[in-house]
């Protein structure tokens, strides 16, 4: 950057600096120590403890630029060289403190750590570079986050504010488990009367489309949701206390005092309450008038015989009421408890209203935590999540939903039909068809709902346990709530949210529990023992009648409970993992502790709970209750804080995507250093050139095809794939051909090439292959290529359709180009393209299309220049200028020509002698006289190719094999030595990476 300029003693300087380069006018200096091995000895671990201890009024760049005028000592620092880390390549974002930088941001980039300090507002600036951060990330790697946001979807209109407002809204609708559509308009500092305790608490009235809701300062002590669906009446009083009252269905009403602007908020939300109750009878209006067919007459009696047809398909009450109804007439000393807890929540419910618009206080916690009734666990199940909200506003939903994904066949579905008689199989409502049906319904409904989803497995052990205490509809908005709301991205191919929660649970317990982080050697022994705690909300580890209390506080406090489980499990068995000699002991350990958790307060028969059946066989260990380990997880560990959690997924999701890149850039290069010549650095920098093109793309245009096809579920190669503007690009970066007055039309015939299933797309493995060969292969390989570029399928003829660009191709007509197939039947494409990608599309997988293909790219490995086919007239033309393009301006330019005009000349006159009797000599001889012309260069080669007659096709038109042009060029010293001289790859992907640094910040 720029600074003001300061005299500079260049003879003082040099003690501390080092000259990198220097003319007459201006000198690059370095800080002694500064990217140096060892970092410059002791000189330079002095300079850095002086930079570190005395100069702390800035922060000592590492490189400056001197400005000196002739003759003169004095030089003048004009400037500090300015450092660049593009978002999509940071895996690491955090403030920290040490004793040298008491405050600074810490980057870290491809493995290069980057400490920023001395802001005037630290926090601020933290915030907003995670922000960025996150947003470049999702933009990348999840695409359908921005499909119904305009906002986001171009970058350019990305501000500052919008993303703080943006961040205050998704933290509204976490904390409050509303619908993702909800966006935060309005908020109000104010206080909520609170009738049962007598006094009012201040906090913030939030407002969005369709909520208003409280929450009281400290988050904990009181929080309100009332949906504007349920508002009768919004009134003001004209007293000092500026009060709006709401009043609900119900005949509750709640008053918020202190109100800033209270009139106006008034008039907003009377409005907003009209157009919710003019949309809530319209939805009403197409319901009815959708089941209605006949007569008026008919209109009441039409939607009972459909809702009498829906019951007939789906459940209509809790598996658990089904299998275990109670019996109040025999009561041991479990139900009884039972009937007590349901009393407290009948008082609760007296006090503090029931339904989803209650208030919600620290007593609704603490009997949380102490287990919900069976019978009021679906209904609170739904009311804590969110669910509630989601099922109110999709009326009929579920079951249309349903009916559409009956008889479907796809892999989602046979996943589900092996994996239905897996869950739950102890119990017997998931032993019976009843069971079994309603969880095929509600995991097949959910995966033609969200196909980006599926099924994945998990899913199928949490959706039995919805099932047994919910409705058949409302456990399919449970499972909605918490695959889209509650844990994003756990239930995918890659788990990145499963991931990512794992990281921050290392994160807490290397702040909790630093004992256990210092005696165990690796710390990816929580995430592998972990990763099912997570999956299942511990379902899968702990008996069915103790993981239903962790499900009860998972479905009030989210991913809270379960961190706070998971560090108070370790902190029980600390002793026995600190005793531990190795992982294998410390799992034994964890699951022996897992069998003697038990709910002595479970009412649940002895036949169905999971930890009856080994109370008795196992003794001699210490039995744990589970409502005691979760209320000894929210006494030791309550203090966790929701945005310190939303902080740490944030800061740990970074770290999991591009871990999770570089393993998928691993494997690529593993698979494709076998085929090429290249070195595995000049592979992984070609690599990152490689998908730094696509991200380019990606980034500032939505409408990539690049973008659109990215699907991490596909194999490591078709995860990354370019078309034919992207690699147009890199052809120009990296091509040693690129110098080529038709350098857009050999790309796109490369392309063409390259794009063998024809779908306008091409992977690394592809485009290096090429690569390769224009740099490491033979003479023989080169010609090849360039003989394949000028023959069908690639070889298409191109014109632009703008005479003053000459050869320069639009991206649309690039485009069009690229996308012209050869002519074939339309089935011989289709079952070409099935063959190619027999996974696409996420259907069945065909085992014996995955052994063809394979068998295929072996075969094409051994093919033999005597396969190709010869090529005719027309595109030995172009072959010929192609070859003159690449000459031009090279040191043997004209021996270049003159031999490629001997060769030319040569094989004409061959192919005149074989077919004396049939070919057009007349022809043959105005084009040879042409390419004997020994003075020729580019432009007369061209004009007089362009002179040569292009007699209508006939039967005797002259072609060329392969074999023929190879020995004729084999033959010019000249081109054989173009061909095979040696080429600097390593300065040419330093050049592109300039190049696309450049693109960027013009951009």
Request: some cysteine.
């Amino acid at each position: 950057m720029w600074l003001k300029p300061e005299e500079v003693l260049l003879k003082n300087a040099l003690k501390l600096w080092l000259m990198e380069r220097s003319n007459e006018y201006f000198v690059l200096q370095r800080r002694r120590g500064y990217g140096e091995e060892g970092g410059g000895g002791l000189t330079g671990l002095l300079v850095g403890t002086l930079d570190s201890v005395l100069d702390s009024t800035a922060k000592v760049a590492p490189f400056r630029i001197l400005h000196q005028t002739p003759d003169s000592q004095v030089y003048l620092s004009i400037a500090c060289v300015k450092l660049i880390i593009s978002w999509d390549a940071v895996s690491k974002l955090e403030k920290t403190s040490t004793v040298i930088l008491t405050e600074s941001i810490h980057v870290c980039s491809q493995g290069e750590n980057h400490y920023f300090s001395m802001f005037l507002h630290i926090n601020e600036t933290y915030l907003l570079m995670e922000q960025l951060a996150n947003y470049a990330i999702k933009r990348l790697f999840d695409k359908e986050t921005f499909d119904n946001d305009p906002v986001l979807d171009d970058p350019l209109q990305i501000t500052k504010r919008g993303l703080e407002y943006r961040a205050h809204s998704e933290q509204f609708k976490a904390f409050f488990r509303l619908p993702k559509e909800e966006t935060l308009k309005e908020v109000h500092e104010c206080f909520l009367w609170v009738p049962f305790s007598h006094f009012s608490t201040h906090g913030k009235m939030c407002i969005s489309e369709n909520y208003i809701c409280f929450a009281s300062q400290d988050g904990n002590l009181c929080s309100v949701i009332i949906p504007l669906r349920e508002v009768l009446a919004v009134d003001k009083t004209d007293d000092s206390n500026r009060s709006v009252i709401i009043s609900i269905k119900g005949k509750t009403a709640f008053r918020f005092n202190e109100v800033k602007d209270f009139e106006q908020l008034v008039a907003k939300l009377r409005l907003k309450c009209r157009a919710a109750s003019i949309q809530c009878d319209l939805s009403t209006e197409v319901a009815v008038s959708s089941d209605s067919t006949g007569p008026v007459d008919n209109f009441e009696e039409q939607p009972l015989t459909c809702q009498k047809e829906c019951s007939k398909t789906v459940n209509t009450e809790a598996l658990m009421t089904v299998f275990h109804p109670q019996n109040l007439e025999n009561l041991d000393s479990k139900m009884l408890k039972e009937k007590m807890k349901e009393q407290s929540w009948n008082i609760l419910f007296s006090e503090c209203g029931r339904g989803v618009s209650m208030f919600r206080t620290k007593k609704t916690r603490d009997l949380v935590v102490r287990g919900i009734p069976e019978t009021l666990r679906g209904e609170l199940w739904m009311l804590f999540s969110g669910a509630v909200n989601d099922m109110a506003t999709n009326p009929g939903y579920y079951a249309e939903i349903v009916e559409q994904s009956l008889g479907t066949c796809n892999l989602a579905t046979e996943e589900i039909e092996r994996d239905l008689r897996r869950s739950l199989p102890e119990h017997p409502a998931f032993q019976s068809d009843t069971g079994i049906s309603a969880l095929r319904r509600v995991l097949t409904a959910y995966a033609y709902r969200n196909p980006k989803i599926g099924y994945c497995q998990a899913m199928n052990i949490l959706t039995s346990v919805l099932l047994l205490y919910a409705k058949e509809e409302e456990a399919f908005w449970l499972l909605v709530a918490v695959c889209e709301r509650m844990l994003p991205d756990y239930f995918n191919r890659r788990i990145i949210g499963a991931l990512v929660d794992q990281a921050v649970f290392e994160e807490l317990i290397r702040d909790h529990l630093p004992q256990l982080t210092e005696h165990m050697t690796d710390m990816t022994f929580f995430s592998s023992v972990s990763l099912s705690w997570f999956l299942t909300l511990f379902i899968s580890v702990l008996p069915i009648e103790s993981a239903v209390n962790v499900v009860d506080c998972f479905f009030y406090d989210g991913i809270k409970a379960i961190l706070q489980l998971g560090l108070a499990i370790l902190d029980y068995n600390l002793d026995k993992l600190l005793a531990c000699k190795d992982d294998a002991e410390a799992v034994t350990a964890l699951n022996r502790f897992f069998d003697n958790v038990i709910n002595k307060d479970s009412p649940l028969p002895s036949n169905v709970q999971q930890g009856s059946n080994i109370n008795n066989e196992k003794s001699s260990h210490t039995k744990v209750d589970i409502t005691d380990l979760i209320r000894e997880s929210n006494e030791k560990y309550g203090s966790i804080r929701y945005e310190d959690i939303h902080s740490m997924r944030c800061r740990n999701r970074l770290y999991v995507i591009q871990t999770l890149e570089e393993t998928t850039k691993q494997n690529v290069l593993r698979v494709v250093s076998q085929d090429v010549k290249m070195n595995l650095q000049e592979l992984d920098e070609l690599y990152v050139i490689f998908k730094k093109e696509l991200f380019i793309s990606c980034y500032w245009y939505s409408s990539c095809p690049g973008l659109k096809h990215h699907d991490p579920s596909l194999s490591y190669l078709e995860q990354y794939q370019i078309d034919c503007q992207q690699f147009r690009v890199l052809y120009h970066l990296l091509s040693p051909w690129a110098h080529s007055a038709n350098r857009d039309s050999l790309a796109l015939w490369t392309f063409r090439l390259l794009d063998e299933n024809s779908d306008c797309l091409i992977n690394f493995k592809e485009f290096s292959s090429a690569i390769d060969i224009m740099y490491n292969g033979s003479f023989t390989e080169k010609l090849k290529l360039l003989f394949k570029m000028h023959i069908p399928p690639a070889y298409t003829e191109v014109m632009s359709k703008t005479s003053s660009k000459g050869d320069e191709l639009s991206t649309e007509e690039l485009l069009y180009f690229s996308q012209l197939q050869v002519s074939k039947h339309a089935d011989e494409k289709e079952a070409e393209s099935e063959k190619n990608t027999p996974e696409k599309g996420k259907g069945k997988i065909d085992i014996q299309a995955y052994l063809s293909q394979w068998q295929d790219e072996l075969l094409k490995k051994e093919e033999n220049i005597k396969d190709l086919p010869r090529m005719n007239q027309s595109q030995f033309i172009q072959f010929s200028k192609t070859l003159y393009n690449l000459f031009h301006e090279d040191p043997e330019e004209e021996s270049l020509y003159q031999a490629i005009a001997i060769v030319t000349n040569l094989l004409l006159r061959m192919e005149e002698v074989g077919r004396k009797l049939h070919s057009p000599k007349s022809a043959a001889r105005r084009f040879s006289g042409t390419a004997c012309d020994s003075g020729a260069r580019e432009g007369n080669a061209e004009s007089s190719v362009e002179k040569t007659p292009s007699s209508p096709r006939e039967e005797h038109q002259w072609s060329f094999a392969f074999e023929q042009i190879l020995a004729s060029l084999l033959n010019e010293p000249a081109l054989v030595r173009f061909f095979e001289r040696p080429l600097d790859l390593k300065a040419k992907l330093e050049h592109a990476k300039c190049s696309q640094l450049k693109s960027r910040t013009k951009v």
